[in-house]
């Protein structure tokens, strides 16, 4: 039995053989010197804010005091270094980063205004175990079935759209004339340093163009043109170690409402589809076959995850697409890369000074960078559609899923927004959410579309 579910687990996700990425470094190796691991590593950690604004939204939506915010915030960024060190060595070992899931908060803020934040932190725990136990059960190896490489593709495609719309969102602002400029400054920095210095100093600043942009233009320009608020990184403290179970735990003063514990469980799925998702991203910008084992590995892993983080009163934690953007762009795919960003990470936790490095640098610098981001995600999403049979079916398939994925979101935005405020997160998240739309739609028309109709064809 044991030797038959390792058979299973090694099995392949597609017969087809994707168009991948190959990278400069493979998953398992490393750079050459130590300077070059720390770059590519921290460079990791500088291109979402999010773990440090995300948590400040939730504080708010919860209530919480000022320094009970700060401390969600530090909390959250050494829950992510932790549970990256996590997936990176013992769960499915891709180069990915984890961080705060916005699927979850979701469900995490309207769970706390409406059952109180104990319930809250109880139905985190609890959704923390049965991720887990979904990963360790082998469950998720029979989607290999209805999750084919064409779907696969729509899904990163579909990222990459996703984050995209936001990157451009950064850039724009205000409409601010500013803006544009540092976005198109920075753009132009990492084209010209990818492209021009690939020979110099063994193409180390080729790979690391985005940590050099970020800081030459979100730091040096910003600030020259006094755009950075210094008062920030002056008011934060160098030192501030979390503390476990600030808000009560299991037993002394969490409770478990099993209202509060479905609405979360609703967010954790998204969450899981997601992530689904950037495992087969990753793979493929990293020059590796999606297995059934990166699938359950991975999500076992990330529900450890985020039981440790309700323990350390963080938000819980999923797979980041924005790394995997990275990894296509500078096509370093070593995990000890990422393991180096996972110790930044909880350097920042530790330290909000340090982390408020990456928070004073201007939304149109970091909107500037993601663009070029998901530009590299969506190429991933294209050549993985590509390797697809070339079928009338996934023609259909391919053209209809992008559409409703795309199209739903926006419609529901428009025309939907008073029904949308009324009904529960999870519903809205179904009409709203571009990637679990895409995941959905594509397995269901995939279902239809190749396993009824076009069978029914060839009897």
């Known amino acids: 039995m044991v030797e038959k579910n390792a058979a299973v687990q090694e099995e392949l996700v597609w017969e087809e053989v994707p168009d991948i990425v190959e990278p400069v470094l493979k998953i398992d190796e490393r750079p050459k010197t130590l300077w070059e691991t720390v770059l590519y590593g921290w460079q990791h950690t500088l291109v979402d804010i999010t773990p440090l604004v995300f948590p400040l939204i939730v504080a708010a939506a919860l209530q919480m005091s000022p320094d009970q915010a700060i401390l969600l915030v530090n909390a959250t960024l050494v829950a992510m270094g932790i549970a990256t060190l996590i997936q990176t060595t013992v769960g499915n070992r891709l180069p990915i980063i984890q961080g705060p899931s916005i699927t979850v908060g979701g469900t995490v803020m309207s769970v706390g205004s409406i059952f109180g934040v104990p319930a809250m932190w109880?139905?985190?725990?609890?959704?923390?175990?049965?991720?887990?136990?979904?990963?360790?059960?082998?469950?998720?190896?029979?989607?290999?079935k209805v999750f084919p490489i064409a779907v696969a593709g729509i899904v990163v495609t579909c990222i990459g759209l996703n984050l995209g719309m936001t990157a451009v969102g950064w850039m724009v602002g205000d409409g601010n004339p500013m803006n544009f400029?540092?976005?198109?400054?920075?753009?132009?920095?990492?084209?010209?340093?990818?492209?021009?210095?690939?020979?110099?100093?063994?193409?180390?600043?080729?790979?690391?163009?985005?940590?050099?942009?970020?800081?030459i233009v979100g730091i040096g320009l910003a600030g020259a043109l006094g755009l950075v608020n210094?008062?920030?990184?002056?008011?934060?403290?160098?030192?501030?170690?979390?503390?476990?179970?600030?808000?009560?735990?299991?037993?002394f003063g969490w409770s478990f409402a099993i209202g509060a514990i479905f609405g979360i469980l609703a967010g954790y799925l998204g969450?899981?589809?997601?992530?689904?998702?950037?495992?087969?991203?990753?793979?493929?910008?990293?020059?590796?076959?999606?297995?059934?084992?990166?699938?359950?590995?991975?999500?076992a892993a990330e529900g450890i995850g985020c039981i440790l983080a309700s323990f350390m009163g963080g938000l819980p934690v999923t797979s980041y697409t924005q790394n995997i953007g990275v990894i296509a762009n500078t096509r370093i795919a070593s995990r000890f890369v990422v393991q180096v960003g996972a110790l930044f990470l909880i350097l920042y936790g530790?330290?909000?000074?340090?982390?408020?490095?990456?928070?004073?640098?201007?939304?149109?610098?970091?909107?500037?960078?993601?663009?070029?981001?998901?530009?590299?995600?969506?190429?991933?999403?294209?050549?993985?559609?590509?390797?697809?049979?070339?079928?009338?079916?996934?023609?259909?398939l391919v053209g209809?899923?992008?559409?409703?994925?795309?199209?739903?979101?926006?419609?529901?935005?428009?025309?939907?927004?008073?029904?949308?405020?009324?009904?529960?997160?999870?519903?809205?998240?179904?009409?709203?959410?571009?990637?679990?739309?895409?995941?959905?739609?594509?397995?269901v028309l995939n279902i239809v579309i190749n396993h009824f109709v076009a069978k029914e064809e060839k009897n």
């Open 271 to 299: 969450s899981m589809v997601e992530s689904i998702g950037d495992y087969a991203a990753t793979c493929a910008v990293s020059g590796e076959t999606f297995k059934v084992r990166h699938m359950n590995r991975g999500i």
């Open 181 to 215: 400029v540092l976005g198109g400054v920075v753009i132009a920095l990492i084209i010209l340093l990818q492209l021009k210095t690939r020979k110099i100093a063994g193409g180390t600043f080729a790979r690391g163009a985005i940590f050099f942009s970020i800081w």
């Open 230 to 251: 210094w008062e920030l990184i002056r008011s934060r403290p160098w030192f501030a170690f979390p503390q476990l179970f600030p808000y009560g735990g299991p037993g």
């Open 400 to 443: 209809l899923t992008l559409l409703l994925a795309v199209g739903l979101p926006v419609y529901a935005k428009a025309s939907l927004g008073e029904w949308m405020k009324t009904v529960t997160p999870f519903v809205r998240m179904l009409f709203t959410n571009t990637v679990v739309i895409a995941v959905i739609a594509g397995i």
């Open 122 to 144: 109880g139905a985190v725990f609890v959704g923390g175990i049965v991720e887990t136990i979904i990963g360790v059960s082998g469950v998720l190896g029979t989607l290999k």
């Open 350 to 396: 530790l330290s909000p000074k340090f982390g408020a490095l990456l928070a004073v640098v201007p939304r149109p610098v970091m909107g500037g960078v993601f663009i070029l981001v998901c530009g590299s995600i969506i190429m991933s999403g294209m050549k993985l559609i590509n390797s697809a049979p070339k079928t009338e079916g996934n023609g259909i």
